[in-house]
C-alpha cells in the first residue's frame, strides 16, 4: 500500500466518524512509513485540539472525533520492519497471548460437523507444534492460526463432500492436501511418518 491510498483511507475514516485497523502494519516499506506517520500526526493534532475541521494532505476536511485508528503487527512476519519510533509514539500497544490453537482447533472442527473433534483437534494441535520444531526452517514454511484455520475449512468441505469417509481420514487428507505442496522434499517423509 502507499502513502496516497492510505492517506485517502485515512480521510474516509476522519470524516465519517469510523473506525479501522490496519492489519500487520509492520509489512509497509519504512519509506511510505515516514509519510504515513506525518499523516497520523495531522489527524492526532486535530483531535487533540477538538478541531471540527483541519488541513490534510492539501484539503480542508471534516474531522468527526469518533475516527479510532488500529494497526496490528506480527513479530514473527520474517519480512517485517521496525516501525519508527515516531510511529510508535502514536499507538497504544496492546501485546496479545498466543492462542489456545487446540481449543479453536476443537470449537472450529466442531463447526464444521466433526463429531470427534476434541480427539481430531489434538492429534492436529501436536502435529503442527511438531512440524514447526522438527520440520527444515523455510521462509514460506507457515504453521500458525491462519494456515491451520485453512486446513479445518478443507477438511469441512472434504467432510461434506464425502460423509461416508471416517472423519481423521478427511482430516489427514487436509492436511496432506494442504501442506506437501509447498514442502521441500526431506521434509515430506517426516511429516507422513
Not at 490496519?22 to 519509506?31: A, C, G, P
Not at 489527524?43 to 468527526?64: P, S, V
Not at 496490528?72 to 497471548?97: D, H, Q, W
Not at 492460526?145 to 487428507?173: P, Y
Request: proline letters at 3%; one cysteine or more.
Amino acid at each position: 500500500m502507499d502513502f496516497l491510498a492510505f492517506g485517502k483511507i485515512l480521510s474516509g475514516l476522519s470524516q465519517c466518524g469510523a473506525w479501522g485497523c490496519f492489519d500487520e502494519f509492520n509489512r509497509i516499506d519504512v519509506s511510505v512509513l515516514s509519510v504515513i506517520s506525518t499523516q497520523l500526526l495531522t489527524i492526532r493534532t486535530a483531535l487533540l485540539i477538538n478541531a471540527t475541521r483541519f488541513q490534510f494532505e492539501g484539503h480542508d476536511i471534516i474531522m468527526n472525533n469518533k475516527v479510532g485508528i488500529f494497526i496490528t503487527m506480527n513479530p514473527g512476519y520474517a519480512g517485517r520492519t521496525e516501525l519508527p519510533e515516531s510511529v510508535k509514539a502514536l499507538f497504544r500497544p496492546v501485546v496479545c497471548i498466543v492462542p489456545d490453537f487446540e481449543l479453536i482447533c476443537q470449537i472450529m472442527l466442531f463447526s464444521e460437523g466433526f463429531l470427534e473433534a476434541k480427539v481430531l483437534a489434538k492429534k492436529m494441535a501436536v502435529l503442527y507444534k511438531l512440524s514447526k520444531e522438527q520440520l527444515s526452517k523455510q521462509c514460506h514454511y507457515d504453521f500458525g492460526m491462519r494456515a491451520l484455520k485453512s486446513v479445518l475449512v478443507m477438511a469441512g468441505e472434504l467432510k461434506r463432500a464425502a460423509l461416508q469417509l471416517e472423519e481423521s481420514v478427511v482430516l489427514m487428507r487436509a492436511l496432506r492436501d494442504m501442506n506437501l505442496p509447498k514442502f521441500v522434499s526431506e521434509d515430506v517423509p517426516l511429516f507422513l511418518g
